[in-house]
């Protein structure tokens, strides 16, 4: 896709000088090559995420529900790193100059500071934890460094536009990982937790060696140590950090409470009725980055913007609503196929996870909107109070007795708390908000 790009523009430039062509066919060359690019884009958001629930599939077929809750609490901690690095690395990258020296030492730097943190605090959760023994706790804290260094290397790929570039690197991951488990078991080794972890981390060295192969040649270098710009990626980068930090972060903190207060196999049990709604969550996510891209690019007054919101939180809620409907009946028939016979899933947990996916999908078009409208600090004060409830409500429905199929449905009462509150934080604050950047854009 990308070579054709070029190639239509320089074809387009030629045609141009020399007075001919058929500006017809012109037109519907670019029409379907941005069609193509637009599917690369939905493509390159699919990818790493179905490469990550293929992996959280397997361990549910392999290690049963104690190894799922151990997976899930090990791999949640990735995620939640990989939402910081996302937001404090790669949002910088795509917005400040990074051809700058000084703007991409600084990204250097970070981006280091964040794998090295990321992989310090894996090794120390898997160690103290008692998930890992200290090799593969190290497995472990090296995959999750790698794994970070590999998605800002994704990031640069989206912000050059080469999104089928990073579907290939996605599929590489994965192929990786999968040879690895396959020449484990052909060799007669056992596939465990510390095995995954390994294959985890050659699957993302392999990925990232292909990423810098694939980069355009101008961003394959490295801006040598200065500190002129470390304060204004930070002061860029935090914000976005803190905002996409929230939601995998209270999900990763939800887990260690159910470890401690029910147990691995409770904890196995919950992961796999989440594991067989993610698809669910996957479309919620597709739909709100488009979203996301609509409303940046939008003209409409805020009131309008809001009214266009409303109407995508109906569609995306009925939507997600009938998709949740089909998940609970084919249950019988599907789960098995997903997840294996050893792990035998809660229809109040499945039925749970689906209210979750429809809560986020109630909401998400207002977060998407409150970014775009450049509230991202009294966005993450909201989501921070949702957090806190969360947490809270949880440990009091543990610590009174009841069962953790019914975690995701609190969480979804209180998902639906906070996008209430943001969309009056748009209803109130919105029109002042945008009218103030507006006026300091122009």
Known sequence: MDNAVVNDRAGASRTGRAGSGEPGGRSALRALLARFAVLGGIAAQMSQALGSLLLQVLAARLLGADGL?????????????????????????TVLDRQRPDIRSALQT????????????????????????PVGAVLFGAATAVFLVEDALRRLLMADLRFWRIVAVDLVALGGSLITLLVVAASGGTIGLGTLMLSL????????????ALLPAGERWLAPPVRGAIRTVAGYGSWRAAQQFLRPGMLTAVRLLVV??????AMGTLEAARIYTAPLLLVVAGATSFLFASYASSQAEPRALLRRADRSVLALFG???????????????????????????SAVSVAGWC???????AVAPYGALAAVRRQQAAVVGLRVIELVLSLVAVTVLLAVGAGSEYVP?????????????VRQLLLVRGTEVTDGARQTDS
């Not at 981390?201 to 810098?212: C, E, K, N, P």
């Not at 939507?319 to 899933?345: E, F, H, K, R, Y």
Request: proline share 1%; glycine share 16%; aromatic share 6%.
């Open 69 to 93: 809750g151990a997976f899930a609490v090990l791999f949640g901690l990735i995620v939640m790193a990989t939402a910081v690095c996302t937001g404090f690395v790669g949002d910088s990258l």
């Open 110 to 133: 970070w981006l280091l500071v964040v794998a090295s943190g990321g992989a310090l605090v894996a090794v120390a959760v898997a160690v103290l934890g008692g998930f890992l023994d």
């Open 260 to 265: 401690g207060l029910a147990g691995l196999a």
């Open 201 to 212: 981390l050659i699957g993302q060295l392999v990925a990232s060696g292909v990423a810098v």
């Open 319 to 345: 939507g997600t609503a009938l998709l949740s409907a089909v998940a609970v009946l084919a249950m019988g028939v599907a789960a098995p196929l997903l997840i294996g016979d050893s792990i035998q899933l």
């Open 409 to 421: 449905l609190v969480l979804a009462g209180c998902t639906v708390a906070g996008g209430v509150a």
């Open 355 to 361: 209210a979750y996916s429809v809560a986020v999908a």
